[in-house]
């Protein structure tokens, strides 16, 4: 049995990858705990050294990394280049951190001494996804490592050459065997793997059905989770916005990695004051993208990921515009090889519709009018889902109504939603739980202990 790398702008199989066979995954999974065990007795200057060696590997083979993921996922190789630098950047920021976020903390009490120590859990497992198949895990293993963890990765099928180039850029960086490894193994093998004795937690960034098996998994084997799933993120505009701005955070914000983002801006919800000229707006600058190659540096939305996504979102298109969502720009299924869709915007759109209440994972956009700004904050969390949200306005009692207000993990106040190492990054309600980066994320995989000293 094989995995195939599928090259998504061609439609061509790249390499074809042997799965790991269950004398071999017992292996890793001995290899795992043993490793894990030393590198926990090492100090953190160990640990924080050698992630500052991962970062420079990273520099080093930035442009094949680069090549390697646009080839496997079709992100066009500029954001490609831009997601190696973000992988350097939270290695160098759990290097520069992770000491003092591992310290313990003296607390106060009735006794002679007490204070919290942090100890890591032992093995985690990552099930990630494969629209950011660098930063997804990097985003994990620099925490979970630094804290003295190991790190089992189950990558998603169609990225296999990414998974196994992250292992190999943590073993150059110094880090042991068994510290971090990848598994090419099915995704029907994993939530048994999740009850394995030897995995301590487990952490899932993918689709809500695979969020619910992984919960259900780890629930009844009483592990720790984190779960980070889909998104339907708001980007509101209000009468007093800077248009300009926002229509351009707008575009970038929806064709982010070809659109396919848990934190892309999904639906946009415009007062009703400017609605018409943001639309224009918003309708040329989107029709005037270019898909194509994602290597041709002049390409701004390369193919989506796989023939099934794409089938997946124009039938999505293709319901909500029977149900009266009216089709500006795009929404033609293209012909010739390769999984392409071109930049799509919906007006007109009723609240029930795909496009309303489905999360749209491609360069699709739905547009909506609202007549207050209490009608947009509505509209806005008339969602299942609570990742991110974007609000674009000058006022600051109005800016005070929406950071309070929106149910989301995140609220950027004109910007667009963004991960950053130094800043707590997850969602509520169908977006999942938990966090990762910042001091949060590194501690979700920790034993955070009592020390309590009486006289």
Request: with cysteine; glycine share 10%.
């Amino acid at each position: 049995m094989s995995m195939k790398s599928v090259n998504p702008a061609t439609g061509q199989v790249l390499q074809e990858y042997p799965v790991l066979g269950d004398a071999d995954l017992e292996a890793v999974l001995e290899r795992a705990v043993s490793t894990q065990k030393e590198i926990a007795e090492l100090s953190v200057g160990h640990r924080t050294e050698w992630l500052l060696q991962a970062a420079d590997r990273l520099r080093a083979r930035r442009e094949e990394l680069a090549h390697l993921m646009t080839a496997e996922m079709g992100k066009t190789f500029a954001s490609a280049l831009a997601e190696v630098d973000k992988c350097g950047w939270v290695c160098r920021y759990y290097a520069e951190n992770g000491a003092s976020f591992l310290a313990d903390e003296v607390v106060e009490s009735g006794a002679r001494a007490s204070r919290v120590r942090y100890e890591p859990l032992g093995v985690v497992l990552a099930i990630m996804p494969w629209n950011f198949p660098l930063w997804q895990v990097f985003r994990f293993a620099a925490p979970a490592l630094v804290a003295g963890n190991a790190g089992l990765l189950k990558h998603a099928s169609n990225v296999p050459g990414c998974s196994l180039a992250i292992e190999s850029v943590f073993a150059e960086a110094g880090f042991p065997p068994g510290a971090f490894q990848s598994l090419l193994i099915p995704a029907g093998r994993a939530e048994a793997l999740v009850a394995d004795h030897r995995i301590a937690a487990v952490t899932l960034t993918g689709s809500e059905p695979a969020g619910r098996a992984v919960a259900r998994a780890a629930g009844q084997s009483l592990k720790k989770s984190v779960l980070e799933l889909g998104g339907s993120d708001p980007f509101i505009v209000l009468a007093d916005a800077d248009l300009e701005a926002a229509v351009e955070t707008a575009v970038q914000a929806r064709i982010i990695n070809n659109g396919q983002s848990c934190i892309a801006a999904k639906r946009f919800i415009v007062s009703e004051e400017i609605a018409e000229d943001f639309e224009t707006r918003f309708i040329g600058r989107m029709d005037a993208l270019k898909t194509g190659d994602p290597m041709d540096p002049g390409t701004d939305v390369g193919p989506l990921a796989t023939e099934a996504i794409r089938a997946e979102l124009h039938e999505q298109v293709t319901a909500s515009v029977a149900a009266g969502a009216h089709l500006s720009v795009g929404g033609v299924l293209p012909t010739g090889p390769g999984f392409f869709y071109p930049p799509t915007v919906l007006t007109d759109v009723p609240l029930r519709c795909p496009a309303a209440v489905e999360e749209l994972f491609g360069p699709v956009a739905p547009v909506f009018r609202a007549g207050s700004a209490a009608e947009a904050l509505d509209l806005a969390n008339a969602t299942d889902f609570g990742l991110g949200a974007s609000v674009w306005t000058r006022d600051d009692e109005l800016i005070t109504l929406f950071v309070e207000g929106l149910q989301a993990g995140s609220v950027f106040v004109n910007g667009m939603v963004a991960s950053d190492p130094r800043l707590p990054f997850g969602g509520i309600k169908r977006s999942g739980y938990g966090r990762e980066l910042g001091v949060f994320g590194l501690r979700e995989f920790l034993n955070i202990k009592t020390v309590w000293i009486g006289n």
